[in-house]
């Protein structure tokens, strides 16, 4: 066991001082690129803002209808180029950094990407069929990516749902992170498994009932004692957990638990896997590469993180994948 703990440290390591090198060599230039970008931006920002200040000033000494009327038109104009200039900057800051840690993450033998696109994410029928959630009232979603962990085709996206309250006359957010659905190489495979964080019950509490309708039960047999501690896993009668979760796919949910745990995140992970599909979903406590106009984006700690959870989701299928 200390030898396993051992290689598993060296392995981290050497992961990290790969993914270390690459920002450096690949990542950060681009980021210093996007900086450039920024200050030039928000120099041109300032400078309109100025000359707007002193338009007005000048319009309100003179006060000559005519003068205001011709300027309205340019004045409009050019702050319309300045919004259009904002929001170029905001559209091509996260797809520039996700392609690159995509290529990164491709270099890995078991991994491959077929696809990206920045607006696409995956729609509420197949958010749904995952019985984690059960309600999408307003429902979005960005950068959907496709393809294959070994031979496991897969297809992730972020998405931010939210669900009106009846008590709270509003609409709460039911999740925001990162959703991926894989296929689960069992075609035999009947009825399903949900399993749910033992803190988040109360607010799943639905989807415990829906999965009850279904004929999911409460179960423990094929669990291992620390996982049953903190997951709340059901499963329908024709389902045989043991041979459809492994030991080693419930460690590794609870090693990445714990390291949400020791970096004080509030993040958390669901699971289902219903007929031939796995749906795995991983809330985030924040948004993640997203760029700010305002102070520099030039931050490894966010792009590293970014990557480890896409990482993660990836390793999880790859369990899977290896269990089948």
Known sequence: MQFYLKELLLGMDSAYHNFRLFYNQTIHPELQNMEQRRRRLLRLLLISGLLLIGIVVLQVYVSIFVITLA?????????????????????EFKPRLVTLLLDFIDNDVNFTFEGYDQKGFLPPKKFLESRIFTRTDDYSGEDLIRGQVRETPFEACELRVKEF????????IVFSGIFLIADFQRWDMQGGV???PDLYRKYLSRSER????????????????????????????????????SEDFQRAILRDRKHFQEVNRQKKIYFSIIGDKIYLALRQDRNLLEPSLFQSNTNFEVVYEFYQDIRLLLELVLEVDAMN
């Open 71 to 91: 300027l309205f038109i340019p004045v409009g104009l050019w702050i319309t180029y300045l919004g259009f200039r904002v929001q170029v900057f905001y559209k």
């Open 165 to 172: 309250s009846e008590v709270r006359n509003r609409l709460d």
């Open 194 to 196: 949900l399993a749910l």
């Open 210 to 245: 829906a999965f009850h309708l279904l004929g999911g039960r409460r179960v423990k047999s094929g669990i291992l004692p620390e996982f049953e501690k903190v997951f709340d896993t059901y499963a329908t009668n024709d389902v045989k957990v043991k041979e459809v979760i």
